[in-house]
């Protein structure tokens, strides 16, 4: 998908939805851009016009060529046979233009589940094969923005809402919740699961693993200081 390509976001949803027609594809990664090769099919041509995606038709002697090509250089032609099932992590009070990361699945019109701590806890994360996360803090400290908008309303609902759900699900502390989730989808990666994290999971979530079960939340955030020991 290089600069020809007139919608390179609906480009992936084309491709997401011709796997649940089952049709078997190549995803051509560093090959103009990253492009997907599908069998010939009026099917997929109509959906393409329809959503306003560029795509060639091309022969199967063209197709040798470009695989040779990919073979001779720094690319790779990886076989896609099935749609994957994709969980993102989303709490409840999140607003839908705020989730930069849901707006572009829907835009490309990719399915995908929401889930939270209960579904986690759960063991829902089995029926997914990939999960992302984004702005969540799995230390319980609220991504630290206590010291600067603790009085505004937003925060505050932050705050109630994961209470809420902490004590509604048998935790005294949010960050003993936090913590129980980061176990989960430790797990989860365990068993075979990918997981994208960007923003405060990336490394929140480590965090919560290296502490532990072990409070290391201060006054301002669950009410008591960090385990002394």
């Known amino acids: 998908m290089d600069m020809t390509q007139s919608n390179h976001l609906k480009a992936y949803g084309i491709a997401f939805q011709a796997l649940k027609d089952?049709?078997?594809?190549?995803?051509?990664?560093?090959?103009r851009g990253g492009s997907f090769l599908f069998p010939d099919s009026d099917q997929i041509a109509s959906r393409c016009n329809i959503r306003g995606v560029r795509f060639e038709t091309v022969s199967s002697s063209a197709v040798a060529e470009v695989l040779l090509e990919i073979q001779e250089s720094n690319m790779e032609a990886v076989v896609l046979e099935k749609e994957p099932k994709i969980a993102?992590?989303?709490?409840?009070?999140?607003?839908?233009?705020?989730?930069?990361?849901?707006?572009?699945?829907?835009?490309?019109?990719?399915?995908?589940?929401r889930v939270w701590d209960e579904e986690v806890l759960a063991g829902k994360l089995?029926?997914?094969?990939?999960?992302?996360?984004?702005?969540?803090?799995?230390?319980?400290?609220?991504?630290?923005?206590?010291?600067?908008?603790?009085?505004t309303a937003w925060y505050q609902q932050e705050v109630r809402v994961n209470e809420e759900t902490a004590?509604?699900?048998?935790?005294?502390k949010v960050w003993q919740l936090k913590h129980a989730v980061a176990e989960r989808i430790r797990e989860y990666v365990a068993n075979g699961g990918f997981v994208f994290a960007m923003c405060a999971a990336t490394d929140t979530i480590d965090?919560?693993?290296?502490?532990?079960?072990?409070d290391i939340v201060d006054v301002p955030f669950d009410g008591d200081g960090i385990d002394p020991h």
């Open 167 to 172: 004590s509604r699900l048998g935790y005294t």
């Open 88 to 113: 993102v992590y989303i709490p409840p009070n999140t607003l839908p233009w705020d989730d930069a990361v849901t707006l572009a699945l829907e835009y490309a019109e990719i399915d995908y589940d």
């Open 22 to 31: 089952q049709y078997v594809g190549q995803w051509l990664l560093n090959y």
């Open 126 to 151: 089995a029926d997914y094969d990939w999960l992302h996360l984004h702005h969540e803090d799995f230390s319980g400290q609220y991504g630290k923005f206590y010291g600067s908008y603790r009085h």
């Open 207 to 214: 965090i919560a693993l290296a502490a532990g079960g072990v």
